[in-house]
Each structure stands twice: as structure tokens, then as C-alpha cells.
């Protein structure tokens, strides 16, 4: 079955750098790649979704990139903030149903002033 | 601002008791999910429905139920609570390959 992986459980960084989020997945390309956001207690926040064919799409701060050679997509958080500090989840569609999705384990961002 | 709207956001249930968790979403969207997360075992989704009366299971079907008999009424069922069922659901919305719109969660407690 399909699996998606989010490596790093934890990540810290200074305000003002570029918060770069990892999510690897196996076998087959998925028609697709979302990321979430999510605050303590709270359901996910949709973030972005990135197609196969797209090699990289940003969103104000915001850039996700797809590596199909790499099976790898990368998240990242241009001049960083506090209030970015948040569990980042990654997901992809499970099998061949692409309104499933199943999603990565999630990376806590910390941003210290 | 779309929304998908959970009942209640926090619950203290007896075992054995039958729970009905309800999940609104105002968006006319096909898709809607229950997953529950837990510490350590992220996201896991229960069950799944694409259309009115239509359900699908998920990864974790067992002790759960759900209904859906209109359009922006999804609803899970835990037909004799347990205590390992104490968790944080969550209740989603998508059409057709795109992003979920999730509910701000129920935390249920069984004792």
C-alpha cells in the first residue's frame, strides 16, 4: 500500500529564515500533494495542493515543490514567523481513489523569536 | 466562510453507552469523512462517503457506524462506546480532488 513520510518529528528555527519541511512517499507518483497546517486541538487547515505536473506553487509565503524522480515533496516557510509555529501535515491519495487521502505522521514547526 | 461544523467539541461518554457524533457542512460538497487522531498514530480515517446514502470504510471501521442521509449531514455512530475509543474525531469535506475542510474536532472521553 501506498505510504507517505514526514522524517523530521520536530523542527526549530530562528524567526526570519526559511522553514523547509520534508515528505517523502513510495512506489507510484500520486495524481497529487496536500499540505495541511494544524494548531494544538484544532482540525487541519488546508494549505496547498500541488499535481503531479507541477514542479513547484507558491502561495504568498508559502512554496511546496513535487519530485517525481526524488519521490519528495518540500514545504517551505519564507521569513518565518512566530505565529507559524504549528504541526504541518502532508497527504496524498491512498490507491487509486483520489478522494481518499492518507496522511503523513505531521512535522512540529517551532519558530523562536 | 465555508465551514464544516462539529456538534459538540467536547464529550464524556459511559461504556457501553451508544455516541452519536454529527458533522454539517455548508459547502454542497460530495465527499465527507470521519477520521480520529491519536498521539503517535496521526490521522485515521474511519469511514468515508461520496454521495447521499453512499459509505465506504476506512482504514478502522470496527465498533463505528455512520450515516449519511442527506447531502451535508454526515454522522458516526460508536454502537457501544469502549475506552480505547477515547480519541479526537474529526470531520471532514472535499469535492473531487482537492483540499478537506476539516471541523474543529470532538474529544471524546469514554470512562
Known amino acids: 500500500s501506498q505510504k507517505i513520510e514526514q522524517n523530521s518529528e520536530a523542527l526549530n528555527i530562528q524567526e526570519g529564515k526559511t522553514a523547509t519541511l520534508t515528505c517523502n512517499y513510495t512506489?507510484?507518483?500520486?495524481?497529487?500533494l496536500q499540505w495541511y497546517r494544524q494548531d494544538p486541538g484544532r482540525g487541519p487547515v488546508f494549505l496547498l495542493l500541488i499535481r503531479e505536473n507541477e514542479k513547484e506553487k507558491r502561495k504568498e509565503r508559502l512554496k511546496v515543490t513535487f519530485d517525481t524522480t526524488l519521490k519528495q515533496s518540500l514545504f517551505h516557510i519564507t521569513a518565518s514567523q512566530p505565529a507559524d509555529s504549528a504541526t504541518y501535515l502532508c497527504?496524498?491519495?491512498?490507491?487509486?481513489?483520489?478522494?481518499?487521502?492518507?496522511f503523513g505522521s505531521g512535522t512540529r514547526l517551532s519558530i523562536r523569536p | 466562510d465555508v465551514k464544516v461544523t462539529q456538534s459538540s467539541r467536547y464529550l464524556v461518554k459511559r461504556t457501553g453507552e451508544k455516541v452519536f457524533l454529527e458533522c454539517v457542512q455548508d459547502?454542497?460538497?460530495?465527499?465527507m469523512f470521519w477520521y480520529r487522531q491519536d498521539p503517535g498514530l496521526g490521522l485515521r480515517l474511519i469511514y468515508f462517503?461520496?454521495?447521499?446514502?453512499?459509505?465506504e470504510k476506512g482504514d478502522i471501521p470496527e465498533g463505528y457506524s455512520v450515516s449519511r442521509e442527506k447531502k451535508e449531514r454526515f454522522s458516526l455512530i460508536l454502537e457501544s462506546a469502549s475506552t480505547n475509543q477515547t480519541s479526537m474525531y474529526l470531520c471532514?469535506?472535499?469535492?473531487?480532488?482537492?483540499?478537506?475542510?476539516f471541523g474543529s474536532g470532538t474529544r471524546l472521553t469514554v470512562v
Open positions: 512506489n507510484y507518483s500520486p495524481a497529487y
Open positions: 459547502m454542497d460538497h460530495e465527499n
Open positions: 471532514a469535506s472535499s469535492l473531487q480532488n482537492s483540499g478537506y475542510t
Open positions: 462517503s461520496y454521495d447521499v446514502k453512499m459509505k
Open positions: 497527504a496524498r491519495p491512498k490507491n487509486s481513489s483520489a478522494s481518499k487521502i492518507i
